[in-house]
């Protein structure tokens, strides 16, 4: 090269320069595709249970202390997503579900956010290479498995991210608690480290200051 530098210099600037972009918003690994398992009867009847849908109520808290913590989440976090979501009354609605849904299921918002993150960038309307929907990509079959079966469903946002974060949960029981093994499982590539690192590091950028 005329400019003297070595291939291994030109290497380690464009890993440089990738590890930068991702810092901001990190890349999906290679897509996998989450595996359709046979489910014990009564874990599927469980799983359409906790899939079956109201509309999540407006927020309610029992203390003052609690209201107080769930607006000091929103503050931090709105401006985090506005780049994605400009419009301010659909970002706030996007984050009071993510902040219910993460509860009902007993996940993190961050974990859930950065999740969203990998997944599908934030992206409503989302379809992965092997047919995976919306904001948690979620493959058709679980409509059939544990839903009423209208794959179109799984673009609106409420039923989305109910599913996403039910099946999460569902997948970090399996692994009895293991966050690892069970992004693993979500993204169909479990014991493989670059989805659930990639996860990680999309979920710091959500963490409360």
């Given at each position: 090269?005329?400019?003297?530098?070595?291939?291994?210099?030109?290497?380690?600037?464009?890993?440089g320069?990738?590890?930068?972009?991702?810092?901001?918003?990190?890349?999906?690994?290679?897509?996998?595709?989450?595996?359709?398992?046979?489910?014990?009867?009564?874990?599927?009847?469980?799983?359409?249970?906790?899939?079956?849908?109201?509309?999540?109520?407006?927020?309610?808290?029992?203390?003052?202390?609690?209201?107080?913590?769930?607006?000091?989440?929103?503050?931090?976090?709105?401006?985090?997503?506005?780049?994605?979501?400009?419009?301010?009354?659909?970002?706030?609605?996007?984050?009071?579900?993510?902040?219910?849904?993460?509860?009902?299921a007993g996940?993190?918002?961050?974990?859930?956010?950065?999740?969203?993150?990998?997944?599908?960038?934030?992206?409503?309307?989302?379809?992965?290479?092997?047919?995976?929907?919306?904001?948690?990509?979620?493959?058709?079959?679980w409509?059939?498995?544990?839903?009423?079966?209208?794959?179109?469903?799984?673009?609106?946002?409420?039923?989305?991210?109910?599913?996403?974060?039910?099946?999460m949960?569902?997948?970090?029981?399996?692994e009895?608690?293991?966050?690892?093994?069970?992004?693993?499982?979500?993204?169909?590539?479990?014991?493989?480290?670059?989805?659930?690192?990639?996860?990680?590091?999309?979920?710091?950028?959500?963490?409360?200051?």
């Open positions: 090269m005329t400019s003297g530098w070595s291939r291994r210099r030109w290497a380690s600037a464009a890993l320069c990738a590890a930068a972009a991702s810092a901001a918003w990190p890349l999906r690994p290679v897509a996998a595709s989450q595996l359709e398992e046979p489910l014990a009867d009564s874990v599927r009847h469980a799983l359409r249970a906790a899939v079956e849908f109201n509309d999540p109520p407006e927020p309610e808290f029992a203390s003052t202390e609690a209201r107080l913590a769930y607006l000091r989440w929103l503050t931090q976090i709105s401006p985090r997503l506005a780049r994605r979501k400009p419009e301010l009354q659909q970002r706030v609605e996007f984050l009071q579900t993510v902040w219910y849904e993460s509860r009902r996940l993190d918002e961050s974990l859930v956010l950065g999740l969203i993150q990998v997944e599908s960038g934030f992206r409503q309307f989302a379809i992965s290479v092997v047919g995976a929907r919306g904001y948690m990509q979620i493959m058709p079959f409509a059939r498995l544990i839903g009423d079966g209208d794959v179109g469903g799984l673009f609106q946002l409420k039923t989305n991210l109910r599913f996403g974060c039910v099946i949960r569902h997948y970090l029981d399996r009895r608690g293991d966050l690892f093994l069970a992004l693993g499982r979500y993204n169909g590539s479990r014991g493989r480290s670059p989805y659930p690192n990639a996860v990680f590091a999309a979920q710091q950028r959500w963490r409360l200051a």
